[in-house]
Every structure is written in structure tokens, then in C-alpha cells.
């Protein structure tokens, strides 16, 4: 990805707006077994904050996806706990883990996945619609407003720019007043411009509607968007930082890269 030009906003730290959003304690994922025996993730413990946006970065195999998707219940744990608000995800049947991403978690991939049939106001609405519920409409409206995407509704993606198409895959992400959302790598198919408009949208998205977001990502410029950043190297959190700017972030990631 072109790495984009600063200009994060800046927002007060929302630690203090209640309980963590998700939790995991101890958490590890072992992939094979014997020689071909991976530890993706060595008792990971990490709290996101409600109304918090967190990046997570590290070097690549480090386990920052492994860390999303068992976060998020979309890959089983080997040990440890992780719970999303009150609710533990070990243990969990299939069904219920369904709901739950359903009603309680909003993702954002790098790829749209988007419907080329259907406009952008059907495609955010999509999920609502799977699940028999109907969107609230001023919380649908107040999205769109944050999004930016009021003249583009009758727009099909292929009518649509890159930077736009991730708006609308935001929007739906939003537009369920999950809990939380996962965003991984969501600039990653972005020129510099449209990439700064999407992390400004998730930006506002904490800052504006009290959301929880946590964003794996490789560039230090998104992560500074971030209230704070999370590293990781060999499956494990070595550290982390507050009010990041894409040169402490830089400087961070060159310390690691340089530890043996």
C-alpha cells in the first residue's frame, strides 16, 4: 500500500468510557502438532477498550490475524479465555458463535466484499436484512452522514471509487450497532488518498458514535489514527503505545526489528 500522508485527528483518550469491549487472558493457538507444531499465539492476555481505537502491528507471522479472528470467534483457541463484553467464547456451539458475530461484532476486510448487484445503501443494510431486522433509520442516516456516502446510495460498487467502496463496507460494518469492530489491513487495496478518508471514517466512528475498533495493519501512518497500538512479535504482546504518531510508531517498529 502507498503509504499515506499524516493528518490523523486527534481525540481525548476514551479509556474511561466503561468496560472493556473484548478480553482475552492467556489466550494461545497452536497450529500441527509435533515437528510441524506452530505456537501462533503464547499466552496472549490484552483488554480493548469500549470507545477505544487500537491497532495492532508486528512483524508478519507474528499472530496479529490469529489474534483478530480468535478474538472475533472466527478461529477456535487451543487454551486461555476470551471474552466480547459479559460474554465468554469458549464453548461456545456454532450457532451461537454465529449470532454473536452477527449481532455483537461488525468486520472490515482489506478486500470489499461487496455485492455488485446491489446498491450501496443494500449492500450496508445487507446483514440487517440476513437477519430479519430493519435499521434503525436515524442510526442508519447518522452512519451514512458519518461515512460520507448521502449522494452515493444508488450507487452500485463498479459506480464506485475504491476509497467509496470501503465506505460503504464501514458503513455496514456499523450499521448494526455492533459492539465491536475488526478491521484488518482495511487500506491495504487503497491509494494514499481513499486510505486517510477510511481511517478518518473509523476515526470518527470511535470518536463520534462510541465505537470500539481494532484494526490490524503494516503502516505506521494508519496506525497513528489509533488511541493506541499494540505489538507483536512470535505470538507474543512485547509492548505498546499511547497517542501514537507515525514516527513513534516507526521508531517502535526499527527497536523491535533490531531486538535479537
Known amino acids: 500500500m502507498t503509504t499515506m500522508t499524516s493528518g490523523a485527528p486527534t481525540a481525548a483518550s476514551p479509556a474511561d468510557r466503561g468496560a472493556p469491549a473484548?478480553?482475552?487472558?492467556?489466550?494461545t493457538k497452536v497450529y500441527g502438532e509435533g515437528d510441524t507444531r506452530v505456537v501462533a499465539l503464547d499466552a496472549v492476555s490484552v483488554a480493548f477498550g469500549s470507545g477505544e481505537f487500537t491497532a495492532i502491528m508486528g512483524p508478519s507471522g507474528s499472530g496479529k490475524s490469529t489474534l483478530m479472528h480468535c478474538m472475533a470467534g472466527l478461529?477456535?483457541?487451543?487454551?486461555?479465555?476470551?471474552?466480547?463484553?459479559?460474554?465468554?467464547?469458549?464453548?461456545?456451539k456454532d450457532k451461537q458463535l454465529t449470532r454473536l458475530r452477527r449481532d455483537r461484532i461488525g468486520f472490515v476486510f482489506q478486500a470489499f466484499n461487496l455485492l455488485p448487484t446491489l446498491s450501496a445503501l443494500e449492500n450496508i443494510t445487507l446483514p440487517l436484512s440476513i437477519a430479519g431486522r430493519r435499521p434503525d433509520r436515524e442510526w442508519l442516516d447518522r452512519v451514512v452522514d458519518t461515512v460520507g456516502l448521502a449522494g452515493r446510495l444508488a450507487h452500485r460498487p463498479s459506480e464506485l471509487s475504491g476509497g467509496q467502496q470501503q465506505r460503504v463496507a464501514v458503513a455496514r460494518a456499523l450499521v448494526g450497532r455492533p459492539a465491536l469492530?475488526?478491521?484488518?489491513?482495511?487500506?491495504?487495496?487503497?491509494?494514499?488518498?481513499?486510505?486517510?478518508?477510511?481511517?478518518?471514517?473509523?476515526?470518527?466512528?470511535?470518536?463520534?458514535?462510541?465505537?470500539?475498533?481494532?484494526?490490524v495493519t503494516h503502516?505506521?501512518?494508519?496506525?497513528?489514527?489509533a488511541d493506541r497500538v499494540v505489538f507483536l512479535a512470535d505470538g507474543r504482546i512485547v509492548s505498546e503505545l499511547r497517542s501514537p504518531s507515525p514516527e513513534s510508531v516507526l521508531d517502535h517498529m526499527k527497536r523491535l526489528d533490531a531486538t535479537p
Open 22 to 27: 473484548a478480553v482475552a487472558t492467556d489466550l
Open 181 to 215: 469492530i475488526f478491521a484488518d489491513e482495511p487500506t491495504g487495496n487503497l491509494d494514499s488518498r481513499s486510505g486517510a478518508e477510511v481511517l478518518g471514517f473509523l476515526r470518527n466512528s470511535v470518536r463520534e458514535l462510541a465505537q470500539t475498533v481494532v484494526m
Open 75 to 92: 478461529d477456535s483457541i487451543s487454551s486461555g479465555s476470551v471474552r466480547v463484553g459479559d460474554t465468554e467464547l469458549t464453548g461456545l
Open 219 to 225: 503502516d505506521p501512518v494508519a496506525a497513528s489514527y
